[in-house]
């Protein structure tokens, strides 16, 4: 129980295309998930938190307008990077709390992009 | 925002040999984990202990809310523990839910 699937787990794509990815709370409804981007070698930072129903809200120094978040129902947020660089080359893994019955946060397998 | 300390950066053991990973942090906690990153990326949750002690076979974890900090213990370690270990913290108010993660430790077993 209390699984959070993501989609893809690896992508690459052309500089100054997007990218969509999905972050699915398969057993439960999530009605915050939070976002965190990780560089190689480095530990993870939150980009912004996601919350079902209205807007997300971003950490300071991460652009709103380049990182697009939709939560549009309580089991699926997107993070769409846009006009995406080689700069945004990471790898972005989600998360959300665990519902009643289990404790702390959970978390997706992780999207590694490539931008080339 | 609260800090997040963990030590030692690295370790290489062999096969069979005992360890243990300190994590320190700067604030009250509400929410303490500790993670294992395997090749791939995958966060694995080791325990969720924002306080006492807990065992899961050759893993156990301690946390001294008070002293503010916290142990993740592994025994006769193997290979497959190999991986990158992670604290993460989270605090309430408006940090609420946000987890802040340590630098982690590398860990890496020989056969």
């Known amino acids: 129980g209390a699984v959070v699937s993501q989609h893809p787990s690896r992508v690459i794509c052309k500089s100054g295309t997007s990218v969509k990815i999905e972050c699915r709370s398969l057993?439960?409804?999530?009605?915050?998930m939070f976002w965190y981007r990780q560089f190689p070698k480095q530990s993870l930072m939150l980009m912004a938190t996601?919350?079902?129903?209205?807007?997300?809200?971003?950490e300071q120094g991460v652009e709103k307008d380049k990182f697009l978040i939709n939560h549009a129902s309580l089991t699926l947020s997107t993070l769409t990077v846009t006009s995406a660089h080689p700069e945004d080359s990471s790898f972005y893994i989600c998360s959300a709390r665990t519902p009643p019955g289990y404790y702390g946060y959970t978390f997706g397998s992780g999207t590694r992009l490539t931008v080339v | 925002g609260i800090q997040v300390e963990q030590s030692p950066p690295d370790l290489i053991l062999q096969e069979g040999a005992n360890s243990t990973l300190r994590c320190n942090f700067s604030?009250?906690?509400?929410?303490l984990q500790w993670f294992h990153q395997n090749p791939w990326g995958q966060l694995i949750n080791l325990f969720y202990?924002?306080?006492g002690t807990k065992q899961n076979g050759r893993l156990s974890a301690t946390t001294v809310a008070t002293e503010r900090y916290s142990l993740l213990y592994i025994s006769s370690s193997q290979t497959t523990d190999s991986g990158v270990y992670f604290c993460?913290?989270?605090?309430?108010?408006?940090?609420?839910?946000?987890?802040?993660f340590g630098q982690g430790t590398i860990l890496t077993v020989h056969p």
């Open positions: 604030d009250s906690v509400n929410n």
């Open positions: 057993d439960f409804q999530a009605t915050t």
């Open positions: 993460a913290v989270s605090a309430g108010g408006t940090s609420y839910g946000k987890l802040t």
């Open positions: 202990i924002p306080s």
């Open positions: 996601s919350n079902e129903g209205s807007k997300a809200t971003y």
